[in-house]
């Protein structure tokens, strides 16, 4: 069974940091790329990183380039995405998604296994 589970969302201030964890399961090491996506109230979901499959490149939208960092270790079949000096605008859902190729646009429309979603709340 193919399974997407995020964790590491909370409540945290303007300029503070945090991880968020992707584990997997059922998929196959080293063979999928993963992606992150957000989506705040009102908003519509929007990509925040995507890493390859091997882990050698890595798509960041403009916002979050400099604060963000996708990362994947394959032992662990786990993707993390370290997010540095937080915003009031990057809060929002999070969601992990896992998608068949390893390596394409780092669109939610390409990926096809989901996690439920983890919240990230900046606020002073």
């Known amino acids: 069974q193919l399974q997407v589970a995020e964790s590491g969302g909370g409540f945290v201030q303007p300029g503070d940091s945090l991880t968020l964890s992707c584990a997997t399961s059922?998929?196959?090491?080293?063979?999928?790329?993963i992606g992150w996506f957000r989506q705040a109230p009102g908003k519509e979901r929007e990509e925040v990183a995507c890493i390859s499959a091997d882990g050698s490149r890595i798509y960041y939208r403009n916002s979050v380039k400099g604060r963000f960092t996708s990362s994947r270790d394959d032992a662990k079949n786990t993707g993390y995405l370290q997010m540095n000096t937080l915003k009031l605008e990057d809060t929002a859902i999070y969601y992990c998604?896992?998608?068949?190729?390893?390596?394409?646009?780092?669109?939610?429309?390409?990926?096809?296994?989901w996690g439920q979603g983890t919240q990230v709340t900046v606020s002073a």
């Open positions: 998604a896992v998608a068949t190729w390893r390596w394409g646009l780092c669109m939610a429309s390409g990926f096809d296994y």
């Open positions: 059922g998929f196959a090491a080293g063979r999928h790329a």
